[in-house]
């Protein structure tokens, strides 16, 4: 490797007082080299965050450089005043945010904010800054670029803002470039034209890339280098495919496990008669003039799991709430086990809703966060007609089948971390006893080692139940390796439909190509 | 554009259209109550009779109150018990002194609430964020009467500079107007200040004013180049919207220096309880209310370019989609 | 629990509990009967015929002002918590079922809500104690009646917020019956937001009814009441400025006092980070 833009020696940066480890990042040791993309992986805790701000010098408040190095191409990092931190930003390092829509100024064109750079940095003509501009909107291969630079942030898509965002942390040529998450917020399809996007400037401009995500499969894709980070350490770095082949750290080892894969195994199946649990037959649901959903049929078969998979505006969420009826359908129909919840109302909807419950996404906003979790689940068990005695004891019971211990009953969601608190989602939609379980994006929030460890658990569940699950992901992978049928969606319609075998190894629809294609990390893992 | 205008208004109509209905409801629904308070508590209960059958009070309700609503449509809005005189007559010059008195207020408070809601929320946690927020609960804790009291015995007992009351008898001079201005920023500034900090904090904790951070902005190139444009939107609609309340507070503060506007108009009006005076005062009042809300509307779409975009109806670039 | 120990709410609950105290105990503190009239325009500190002290002086009918101040702290606090109770009763009902359930009724309510909103607050005070007559239960109606729709919006405003929670959803899923969705999943989250808007809400209910009191509006003479001593004393305040400075500094201490304590605990809210 010739001589590294970057090279950070012994770096620690201490934490305020009271705070859950006397260390954001401990002792941190890499360097990086001209057009050379360095990952570094870590789940949520990690430090990596915090790293990065300390590389554009511009940690939060109460974070200090406790001791250690960072130098570019020489310069010393920790010891520039504010001022020259505004020369050095921008110039010679660039960030590409997380969010991208929310990381530009909503009330100014993008045009302008690209040519804010240029402003900034002293250089160019107004015209000249306005050309430029408009080149490098050309060079994110946008379409129409001036129109694209008269457009606010609001009127671009996710994909596009991040790419404006890239074009303004290229503009000036920078040496360092640090990605922070760029795909996170994206879909699959976005995300994989921005990879190939920052690839493709990194072979043409040659700077060295800092690529931070938590996602194993990107880093499969686009890496040279990896660093692997746990609790503020850095546990593992070295060649990317060294790494991702023969990892030696254990937790690199779980990491990697933990990943979904297109590999499907076969599994065991559920003791249960066999037959027809839920049965679609052109539903429909139309907003206004929007049709979100268009009429669909399915069949799934009792004890087994159907993924519907899809990007956002698919339909797939629309096509849960109907089978949940939190939405009325406009058209159509959903038996679950012959009964069809449209058409009841009243004291026998009651009754009938507990054959279907739901986990939900977000596990912050799927608890009340005034009611202890125990309460939460024996009130479910309470209203599928149990006694208040035997509620809570279901409930203490439900605690422990999950993971989590019986003492938590008295606990409030706020003692959880976001992994128990889905638990206890399950557990509450559990306490029913229903016949299908709808687990709506419940991992998409998830690190991917407390996604895998969720995943077995309702794997298990199946089993032992009997229960029939049906999977919302927009992770064709998370997808492949839980369920035995998958239905792709595409606005607002059911693109595909077979068993996951088929879909995984010889996909009919053009767009399960393009999404089973754009799926990072494919091959390598 | 025209249309959102053209939706706010029939809004407005209808909303003032309940009102008038209202404060018809509340003071003449009882008959009786109306011939005591026009003619007096000395008349009696023939010459009551005889002035209820002279004025169409026997009519039905609905009747009396469309004859009213007419009336008051036309500008016939009757005349005043106390003053002998047509209302419209009186209220017109006591507007126009108020409303001298509110711009004044605005003029001298919006620069001052802004600035220190501004200057705190840029340095969040600092002594002068401190020192804002208490003086903020301080100056609106303090009821106007109060404020006027403290603020008298300092300028007009103590050091003499201001004069005690400010009837306008020689014409509009500054001596008169200054207290009545200070009372009234007082009681507002402290309250805008806190929105406008609040909503200055929440933009420079926001994801892109962090982005012009690392492109290299300095401070006053994020202040002034990002974060005011965004911060403000909330500000100024809080401002349109305490002009309700302002109303109230002049009311006060009318009475209490004795100027002559409307506040002691209304204030005359209900210690003699001179009912169509009343109703037209009401009316008034609720309709500048109305209108700093529409107003209010306009200059927060205006500000915020994702609404009047969305109400002139710009397609969306062919590109976008949902991912 | 240490977080709520904080100065603004120490001090902002010190001077309510105060007045509270005052209002309470107002017989066994004042030393002279408020409606007595001993010696007209005494300066604070000067004694009464008979025994005791005007600490604070006496007013133009000779009554002493410090009992008067301390009596006149009853209706304040009784009428202002009576009337903010009462609005919040209404308020928080119309609120939670506007918010959750939208449509029609969220359109009827909030349409009334409007038109109340649109009447500067005096005006309306003015408007209701005209037509009916100033007294005690007036005030509180005509209070209620202008306060209820400011509550109202907040209330709506969480609650259509909350609504859109998944844990909500989880319960409609789960077949819970809607005014248990209301009064325990939605209302117990609004605690927050509402202890501080109460807390502010009376403070400016006292404010109000010292504006009527100072405009003659309020309670009819000769009761002891804040508003109506400036009232009293204004022509006179050049000469004797305690006959106006006492009273104003009375309401002016328990409205800091409240407002205090809505800043203190909206504060020590915030610190907690809202359970989520």
């Known amino acids: 490797m010739s001589a590294p833009i970057l090279e950070v020696s012994g770096l620690t940066i201490a934490l305020p007082p009271g705070a859950d480890r006397p260390n954001a990042i401990t002792d941190i040791n890499l360097a990086l080299g001209p057009a050379e993309i360095l990952c570094i992986v870590g789940e949520s805790g ?95 291969h946008l379409p129409d670029p001036a129109r694209i630079a008269a457009a606010y942030p609001h009127q671009l898509s996710g994909g596009q803002c991040q790419r404006i965002c890239i074009a303004m942390a290229l503009s000036l040529n920078p040496d360092l470039l640090i990605a922070d998450e760029p795909t996170t917020a994206l879909d699959v399809t976005s995300q994989a034209q921005v990879l190939k996007l920052i690839c493709e400037l990194r072979d043409l401009h040659g700077q060295g890339v800092l ?114 009826r939190l939405v009325e359908p406009t058209s159509g129909a959903a038996m679950i086990n012959g009964q069809d919840l449209a058409k009841l109302s009243g004291a026998p909807l009651r009754k009938a809703r507990r054959t279907i419950q739901m986990i939900f996404q977000d596990p912050f906003g799927s608890l009340n966060p005034r009611r202890s979790v125990g309460d939460v689940i024996a009130r479910a068990a309470a209203l599928a007609g149990a006694d208040r005695a035997s509620a809570r004891q279901i409930a203490k019971d439900l605690l422990e089948r999950v993971g989590l211990s019986a003492a938590a009953y008295a606990r409030r969601p706020s003692a959880f971390s976001g992994g ?61 390796g839980i369920s035995d049928q998958v239905a792709v969606m595409k606005r607002g319609e059911i693109v595909e439909l077979c068993d996951t075998a088929t879909l995984v190894n010889a996909p009919a629809h053009p767009y399960t190509q393009a999404l089973i294609a754009a799926a990072p990390g494919r091959g390598v893992i | ?31 009786d109550d109306v011939a005591a308070k026009v003619l007096g508590q000395f008349s009696t209960a023939d010459q009551r009779h005889a002035w209820l059958l002279q004025n169409g009070y026997f009519d039905p309700l609905p009747l009396r109150y469309a004859r009213w609503l007419w009336g008051f449509v036309t500008g016939h809005w009757g005349v005043s018990t106390y003053y002998h005189a047509d209302v419209r007559d009186l209220i017109a010059p006591r507007l126009l002194a108020t409303g001298l008195l509110m711009i004044s207020t605005l003029a001298v408070m919006i620069p ?37 009291v403290f603020l008298s015995a300092i300028f007009v007992f103590w050091l003499g500079w201001l004069p005690g009351v400010s009837t306008l008898a020689g014409g509009v001079t500054l001596n008169e107007l200054a207290l009545p201005v200070a009372v009234l920023t007082l009681s507002s500034a402290g309250y805008i200040a806190r929105m406008t900090r609040a909503s200055m904090v929440e933009v420079m904790g926001s994801p892109y004013v962090r982005t012009a951070l690392l492109k290299g902005a300095s401070l006053s190139r994020i202040i002034f180049g990002h974060a005011l444009r965004n911060a403000l939107g909330a500000p100024v609609t809080v401002i349109m919207l305490q002009i309700p309340w302002l109303l109230s507070g002049v009311i006060v503060v009318e009475v209490f220096f004795a100027y002559p506007g409307f506040g002691t108009l209304l204030y005359q009006a209900s210690i003699n309880s001179d009912i169509y005076l009343i109703e037209a005062c009401a ?41 | 629990m240490k977080r709520y120990l904080r100065p603004t709410i120490l001090i902002g609950a010190g001077l309510v509990g105060l007045w509270v105290l005052v209002a309470l105990f107002a017989p066994w503190l004042a030393p002279f009967d408020p409606l007595k009239s001993l010696s007209p325009l005494a300066l604070p500190g000067t004694p009464a015929p008979g025994g005791g002290v005007f600490w604070l002086g006496a007013d133009l009918l000779g009554r002493d002002i410090l009992s008067r101040m301390i009596y006149g702290a009853r209706p304040v606090v009784a009428l202002s918590t009576l009337a903010t109770l009462t609005a919040y009763a209404v308020g928080v009902t119309a609120g939670l079922l506007a918010g959750y359930f939208s449509g029609w009724i969220d359109t009827a309510l909030s349409f009334l809500a409007n038109v109340i909103l649109s009447f500067p607050v005096l005006v309306l005070y003015i408007v209701v104690i005209v037509a009916l007559g100033p007294s005690p239960i007036n005030v509180v109606i005509a209070v209620t009646f202008a306060s209820a729709p400011a509550v109202f919006r907040i209330v709506r405003t969480i609650a259509a917020d909350l609504k859109q929670r998944d844990f909500i959803a989880a319960a409609v899923t789960q077949g819970e019956s809607t005014w248990r969705i209301l009064f325990i999943e939605i209302l117990p989250n609004a605690t927050g937001p509402l202890t501080v808007d109460f807390c502010l809400r009376l403070g400016y209910t006292t404010i109000i009814i010292g504006a009527l009191g100072f405009l003659g509006l309020g309670l009819p003479p000769p ?54």
């Open chain 1, 46 to 140: 990690s430090g990596k965050s915090v790293l990065s701000s300390a590389l554009m010098g511009a940690l939060p408040r109460g974070l200090t450089i406790a001791s250690g190095g960072i130098a570019l191409n020489g310069t010393d990092l920790t010891r520039q005043t504010e001022r020259a931190w505004r020369d050095i930003r921008g110039r010679r390092i660039a960030m590409i945010p997380q969010e991208p829509m929310a990381a530009l100024n909503p009330s100014t064109r993008v045009g302008r904010q690209i040519e804010e750079v240029f402003e900034i940095h002293g250089r160019l003509t107004p015209q000249e800054r306005r050309a430029e501009a408009l080149r490098l909107i050309e060079e994110m």
């Open chain 1, 211 to 324: 690529f931070i995500t938590h996602d194993l499969g990107v880093v499969a894709d686009i890496a040279d280098r990896i660093a692997v980070m746990e609790k503020g350490r850095l546990v593992e770095i070295g060649a990317a495919r060294q790494i991702l082949q023969a990892p030696a750290h254990p937790y690199t080892q779980k990491l990697i496990a933990a990943v979904p894969s297109f590999a499907t195994k076969s599994r065991p199946r559920p003791a249960v008669e066999a037959g027809a649990c839920l049965q679609v037959q052109g539903l429909a649901k139309t907003y206004g003039r929007t049709q979100a959903l268009k009429p669909c049929d399915l069949v799934v078969e009792r004890g087994t799991t159907l993924a519907v998979v899809g990007e956002s505006g698919s339909g797939k969420s629309t096509l849960a709430r109907l089978l949940i």
């Open chain 1, 420 to 480: 128990q608190r889905q638990r206890v989602g399950i557990a509450r939609a559990l306490a029913m006893r229903p016949d299908i379980l709808i687990a709506d994006e419940s991992v998409s929030a998830l690190d991917v080692s407390v996604q895998a460890q969720v995943l077995d658990l309702l794997r298990e569940l199946q089993l032992e139940l009997g229960v029939t699950i049906i999977f919302i992901t927009h992770d064709l992978r998370v997808a492949a």
């Open chain 2, 1 to 31: 554009m025209l249309s959102f205008l053209s939706r706010r208004l029939g809004g407005m109509a209808l909303t003032m259209f309940a009102v008038s209905l209202l404060v018809f409801l509340v003071l003449e629904v009882n008959i």
């Open chain 2, 112 to 148: 001052i609430a802004l600035t220190l809601g501004v200057l705190a929320g840029m340095r969040q946690g600092s002594k002068l964020d401190r020192g804002v927020s208490i003086l903020a609960i301080v100056t609106t804790s303090v009821p106007e009467f109060a404020s006027a």
């Open chain 2, 283 to 323: 009316m008034i009042g609720v309709v500048a209310v109305v209108v700093s809300q529409l107003l209010s509307d306009v200059i927060n779409t205006w500000l915020n370019p994702r609404l009047s975009l969305a109400l002139t109806k710009a397609a969306p670039p062919a590109g976008a989609s949902a991912g």
């Open chain 3, 223 to 276: 009761a002891p009441d804040w508003g109506g001593m400036v009232n009293e004393g204004r022509a006179l305040a050049f000469a004797f400025p305690h006959l106006v400075i006492f009273p104003c500094l009375a309401i002016s201490s328990l409205v800091l006092g409240l407002s205090l304590l809505a800043d203190g605990l909206n504060e020590a809210r915030d610190g907690q980070g809202r359970g989520s």
